[in-house]
């Protein structure tokens, strides 16, 4: 594998999108991929599907819980690649899938009546587990449709202090957007809006943890070969990969998170950036519960959950 410097790797920035209007994500969804095809000097067809075969056994593993597949975008330069992933649960995923994500992003419709009828109790009870995470999320609030209100700023400031009034001790960002205008979404385009557009935003996010954390995805569980999952990188960059790695995982339809690299194994050192796909060699996994078991880990590489241990025995082999 070619080595590359850290300055030459492509940073890639995971952002899920929540919201409880599901017209107004898959409009600012469209719109990113627009803009994304405009910044590429590509043109756009509104029913082109690009989406291949990667995104779609990816959307296989999703929890069986999401009664459609989930949409997803990506917004790409030459130093960067942000992945868009839309919640279709209302406010009930953010402890399941929000580790898998360095930005967090609630969308709010500013259409007068619209956004007083989305601050309700699974409001509250959305940041509240969002503060109980351990992880230091960068959180966005989106006010999308301020076409609805004419651009009023007068609107804007009332929607931006009811959401300072109600929300404390928790750091983000709003920022007023319309994706059929597209209008701050890649650039600044509103004269009174002084901030950084969405992107922008985005691109800013500090990953605190880039050379640490690395995470991956297994796109189909179902195809091995030799006993090796395919799978993607979603973030992250480590020079040397040590092995084995650490599945932080007891679902095999969620995204998989790995954290930590241990134990060099014949001082084997490999490259692996974010767009990778890797093999993790799983010849024999056991996962058990560690209030009945009293299974012995030596000679094992083991991870704890928070009920369940993680255990492998045998090297993985990168590709």
Do not use: H
Not at 183 to 201: D, M, P, R, V
Not at 217 to 239: F, H, M, P, T
Not at 265 to 285: A, F, H, R
């Amino acid at each position: 594998m070619i080595q590359q410097s850290e300055q030459q790797m492509t940073k890639k920035i995971n952002v899920i999108i929540y919201g409880r209007c599901e017209s107004g994500k898959t409009e600012l969804l469209k719109a990113l991929k627009k803009e994304n095809l405009k910044f590429n000097n590509q043109l756009y067809q509104e029913d082109s599907d690009e989406e291949i075969d990667e995104e779609e056994a990816m959307d296989k593993f999703e929890s069986d819980l999401y009664s459609s597949q989930v949409t997803r975008c990506s917004f790409s330069s030459e130093n960067y690649n942000i992945y868009f992933e839309e919640s279709k649960i209302v406010y009930s995923d953010v402890l399941m899938k929000a580790q898998n994500f360095e930005v967090l992003m609630f969308l709010f419709n500013a259409k007068k009546g619209v956004f007083e009828n989305q601050i309700d109790n699974s409001f509250f009870f959305n940041f509240d587990a969002v503060k109980l995470l351990k992880q230091n999320y960068k959180v966005i609030f989106a006010i999308t449709n301020m076409n609805s209100c004419n651009w009023s700023k007068e609107r804007f400031d009332f929607i931006q202090n009811t959401l300072q009034s109600l929300i404390t001790n928790l750091q983000y960002t709003v920022i007023p957007i319309d994706s059929k205008s597209f209008t701050n979404i890649s650039k600044i385009e509103c004269q009174w809006y002084q901030g950084k557009s969405l992107i922008e935003e985005i691109t800013s996010t500090k990953l605190n943890n880039f050379q640490d954390i690395l995470r991956i995805r297994i796109l189909d569980v179902s195809n091995r070969c030799n006993s090796a999952y395919e799978c993607k990188v979603l973030s992250g960059q480590l020079k040397q990969i040590e092995n084995p790695l650490n599945l932080n995982s007891t679902l095999q339809k969620t995204s998989v998170q790995v954290i930590r690299v241990m134990d060099s194994i014949d001082n084997e050192q490999s490259n692996i950036s974010q767009n990778d796909l890797i093999q993790v060699k799983l010849p024999y996994l056991l996962i058990l519960d560690l209030s009945r078991s009293k299974y012995k880990t030596e000679n094992w590489r083991c991870f704890i959950t928070s009920t369940l241990y993680v255990l492998f025995s045998q090297q993985r082999d990168v590709s």
